[in-house]
């Protein structure tokens, strides 16, 4: 049975591709090779290949296996760390709507 294939928006194509550009820029600036990296991250130098051009078909613990190679993995904590809409959301109640309350007598009470 074969893997279905990410579908992603060109939007996200885009994010993915830069981050991926942005891990081999990482990677240079330490005067890593990809086989070092493979090799540390316990990966094979195919898969930092698909990491460094930002493919989705690559699963993101291996993303984070190359990030903690590189002493990055800490930036992953940064994701939606400033979220601002949602925030603003929570403090409005949008994202918490209340129950409506209990009818009485609906179950013999």
Do not use: C, W
């Not at 194509?13 to 540390?40: D, F, H, P």
């Not at 898969?47 to 993995?73: H, M, T």
Request: glycine share 8%; aromatic share 2%.
């Amino acid at each position: 049975m074969g893997r279905n294939k990410a579908i992603l928006l060109p939007k996200l194509n885009r994010v993915l591709t830069s981050l991926g550009e942005n891990i081999k820029l990482a990677r240079l600036r330490r005067k890593l090779s990809a086989e070092q990296i493979a090799e540390r991250a316990n990966l094979t130098r195919y898969v930092v290949s698909q990491i460094e051009k930002g493919s989705p078909a690559v699963s993101v613990g291996s993303y984070l296996q190359v990030l903690f190679v590189l002493g990055l993995e800490s930036d992953l904590m940064k994701v939606a760390a400033e979220d601002a809409l949602g925030r603003k959301l929570q403090d409005i109640e949008l994202t918490n709507k209340k129950r409506a309350p209990k009818r009485a007598g609906l179950h013999g009470s």
